[in-house]
């Protein structure tokens, strides 16, 4: 049974940072592409960032570039996104997804990615 579980969420201040961590039972994230997407209240689920099977290649959603950082650790079979300078708008509940085919176009798609975890939440405060 596949299961993606995120953590490192909570509260943080504005200009802060929280590193959230993917880690996966069931799968080997290597030879998956995994994402990390965020829902705040009211709007849809909305993509943060993506990395490929080697951790090569990444991409990211133009609001967090050079702010949020997604890595990999093939080792503890996890996926990280370090999140620094964070904002207001920030705030959501976010989400680590995996899936097996890579590109742009398919990566910032919700419905590319097969498996989900359950959210966590990540509250900024002015």
């Known amino acids: 049974q596949v299961q993606l579980v995120e953590s490192g969420g909570g509260l943080v201040q504005t200009g802060g940072s929280l590193r959230l961590s993917c880690a996966a039972s069931?799968?080997?994230?290597?030879?998956?592409?995994v994402g990390w997407f965020r829902q705040a209240p009211g709007k849809e689920r909305e993509f943060v960032a993506a990395?490929?099977?080697?951790?090569?290649?990444?991409d990211y959603t133009g609001s967090v570039k050079g702010r949020f950082a997604i890595s990999r650790d093939s080792a503890k079979n996890t996926v990280y996104l370090q999140m620094n300078s964070l904002k207001s708008e920030d705030t959501a509940v976010y989400y680590c997804?995996?899936?097996?085919?890579?590109?742009?176009?398919?990566?910032?798609?919700?419905?590319?990615?097969?498996?989900w975890g359950q959210g966590t939440q990540v509250t900024v405060s002015s």
């Open positions: 997804a995996a899936a097996t085919d890579w590109g742009h176009t398919l990566a910032v798609a919700a419905t590319t990615y097969t498996y």
């Open positions: 069931g799968l080997s994230f290597s030879s998956y592409v």
């Open positions: 990395i490929n099977y080697s951790g090569g290649r990444t």
